[in-house]
């Protein structure tokens, strides 16, 4: 079954650690998104990915860091400079220009 | 920048029928997309609007207004697993990326 598979489902992170979250598609899809959402609201837009080995900011990038070294992958990294990472962390994927969006099953960051 | 506003709570009745309004401003529009999302779940793709007027596919209809940069998501005969958020979406700018509005809680009652 083709699909978007994110993990660990729940992930925890000590002060001043960097976390990275898998994400995962068998879609064969060019474009890859990373979204946060926080309780009671809606998604925002961290990085996306139109193409291998590219990527852009989106409206909350500062805290974070991608990569794109294969089409079926595009990890996300918290890293300690984000300073309220608790949120619930959503990957998807697209074909090119479509907005249809596919998404995983999402990460639950929290901090101990 | 976008901006998009929607109700953020909504309760209706079984076999009634509910409409999410959602309001946008934004810079290069593309469309307008709806997306539900059942507690602790992923989003999942409802439709998508680039142009004017009712697209139907099946209990659920959207519609889209570019000139008064306005939608709604129209659910017939309600059904409790309707229950969920639902969110509109804009796609604008040069890689057509989304920006979500808040969501609207759908409560339905038995």
């Known amino acids: 079954d083709g699909g978007i598979t994110q993990s660990p489902k729940y992930l925890f992170r000590k002060e001043g650690q960097n976390v990275t979250l898998s994400c995962e598609q068998n879609?064969?899809?060019?474009?890859m998104y990373w979204y946060r959402q926080d309780p009671g609201q809606g998604l925002r837009l961290i990085y996306y990915?139109?193409?291998?080995?590219?990527?852009q900011k989106g409206d909350i990038a500062e805290g974070y860091s991608v990569s794109r070294e294969k089409k079926e992958s595009f990890p996300l990294t918290v890293t300690s400079a984000q300073k309220n990472p608790t949120a619930f962390y959503l990957c998807?994927?697209?074909?090119?220009?479509?907005?249809?969006?596919?998404f995983g099953s999402g990460t639950q960051l929290s901090v101990l | 920048g976008q901006s998009l506003e929607q109700p953020s709570e909504v309760t209706a009745v079984e076999g009634a029928i509910v409409q999410i309004n959602c309001t946008y401003q934004?810079?290069?529009?593309?469309?307008l997309s709806w997306y539900q999302q059942h507690d602790g779940g992923a989003p999942t793709f409802l439709s998508y609007?680039?142009?004017?007027g009712l697209e139907e596919t099946g209990r659920f209809s959207s519609f889209l207004s570019r000139s008064d940069s306005y939608g709604y998501l129209l659910l017939q005969e309600l059904q409790m697993k309707d229950s969920a958020s639902y969110f509109c979406?804009?796609?604008?700018?040069?890689?057509?990326?989304?920006?979500f509005g808040s969501g609207t809680q759908l409560t339905v009652l038995p």
């Open positions: 998807a994927s697209s074909r090119q220009d479509s907005e249809k969006l596919f």
């Open positions: 879609l064969n899809h060019d474009a």
């Open positions: 990915s139109q193409i291998v080995n590219d990527f």
């Open positions: 934004t810079s290069g529009f593309y469309g």
């Open positions: 609007n680039a142009l004017d």
């Open positions: 979406a804009v796609s604008s700018g040069s890689a057509r990326q989304l920006t």
